[in-house]
């Protein structure tokens, strides 16, 4: 949890890399010789309270989706737990192949990729998301209305 929410801290005040503060640098780290690196920061009460809001509905939104990952890969999750038991280590092909069979056996679409199937695998990740946060919209526009 403190890596993410540092990398996200990153994400917006370094790299520049989220809507909030947009193409800006906010803070930058200066390296001393004996003592810990200073960050200087250059934004607004305003603005610190949009990044820590920024910060706070990611986690939250990352958080619900692996709950829900979880959740939808319990039987493989148990089948994983299984094996160690038994055996004590589990390489990455087996888990693959784990997961592999639960997709198969549930008619689910494979989140597996390999080579190639990376981009498609992250279109597909993509176009799930992009289908939650529509879904999410159309839900907040009928409270709305």
């Known amino acids: 949890l403190d890596r993410a929410t540092a990398i996200l801290k990153d994400m917006i005040s370094v790299y520049g890399m989220t809507d909030v503060a947009g193409l800006m640098?906010?803070?930058?780290?200066?390296?001393?010789?004996?003592?810990a690196g200073a960050v200087s920061t250059d934004y607004s009460e305003k603005m610190a309270e949009d990044m820590d809001h920024y910060i706070r509905s990611t986690l939250n939104e990352r958080y619900a989706y692996v709950k829900k990952t979880l959740?939808?890969?319990?039987?493989?999750?148990?089948?994983?737990?299984?094996?160690?038991?038994?055996?004590?280590?589990?390489?990455?092909?087996?888990?693959?192949?784990?997961?592999?069979?639960?997709?198969?056996?549930?008619?689910?679409?494979?989140?597996?990729?390999?080579?190639?199937?990376?981009?498609?695998?992250?279109?597909?990740?993509?176009?799930?998301?992009?289908?939650?946060?529509?879904?999410?919209?159309?839900e907040k526009g009928e409270l709305d209305a």
């Open 25 to 35: 640098v906010l803070s930058r780290s200066q390296n001393s010789f004996l003592g």
């Open 71 to 138: 959740n939808e890969y319990d039987g493989a999750i148990e089948n994983m737990a299984s094996v160690l038991l038994n055996i004590e280590v589990i390489e990455g092909t087996k888990v693959r192949s784990i997961i592999k069979e639960y997709e198969e056996e549930n008619n689910m679409p494979s989140r597996l990729a390999h080579g190639d199937k990376i981009a498609a695998a992250k279109a597909r990740a993509k176009a799930e998301e992009e289908a939650e946060a529509k879904e999410k919209a159309e």
